[in-house]
């Protein structure tokens, strides 16, 4: 299937996430067809309509090839949809990438290495935001510290990106959607 940049239409399922209980968000998974449109299979920023409602959000890879789409409570109730319902969604991958929130203990981290510093100020979005990822999936605190001292360390040395990161989790299985409520 060609890539695009243009309009790709498409209908999902709102689904209630498993976890955690009481979610005030929903999310759907995109078809197939249209993730297969999109110009990557790891995380792309889209605009679009959900229910004719626009929004702009990042979508995630769900590791089978496809992404998802977290839909907050604002989103889903000005489109007047509900966990459920099949809405229609029309999306297109932004010109530019938006630049991502960088978390205060990375922000600190890069200040104080003024050599990652540069380089980080030298990367793309894109790379920032795999950078950011990289860091903040480690599940524990100790795994996060140890994340962060590694990229000022490899960024200090020239390196552009995480090493051995698997954007699309495919492989990795580093990203997936979450698990439906029944």
């Known amino acids: 299937m060609s890539k695009t940049t243009g309009k790709i239409r498409f209908k999902a399922k ?15 998974v995109l078809p197939a067809s249209a993730s297969a449109k999109l110009p990557t299979r790891s995380m792309t920023t889209v605009d679009g309509t959900l ?89 524990k605190a100790e795994t996060r510290e140890r994340r962060i001292h590694t990229a000022c360390d490899m960024l200090a040395s020239g390196k552009r990106r995480a090493c051995c990161f698997d954007r699309s989790g495919i492989y990795s299985k580093g990203f997936s959607a979450p698990t439906a409520a029944d």
């Open 51 to 139: 229910a004719g409602q626009p929004f702009q959000a990042t979508l995630e890879p769900d590791g089978q090839g496809s992404h998802w789409l977290k839909v907050d409570r604002a989103l889903r109730d000005a489109a007047g949809a509900a966990a459920g319902d099949t809405v229609a969604l029309e999306i297109a991958p932004v010109a530019k990438e938006p630049e991502p929130r960088v978390p205060a203990d990375l922000r600190t981290a890069l200040a104080a290495h003024p050599d990652a510093r540069a380089q980080w100020a030298d990367l793309t979005a894109v790379a920032r935001r795999d950078w950011i990822h990289w860091v903040t999936s480690g599940k």
């Open 14 to 28: 709102l689904l209630r996430p498993a976890s955690p209980k009481g979610a005030a968000w929903t999310f759907l």
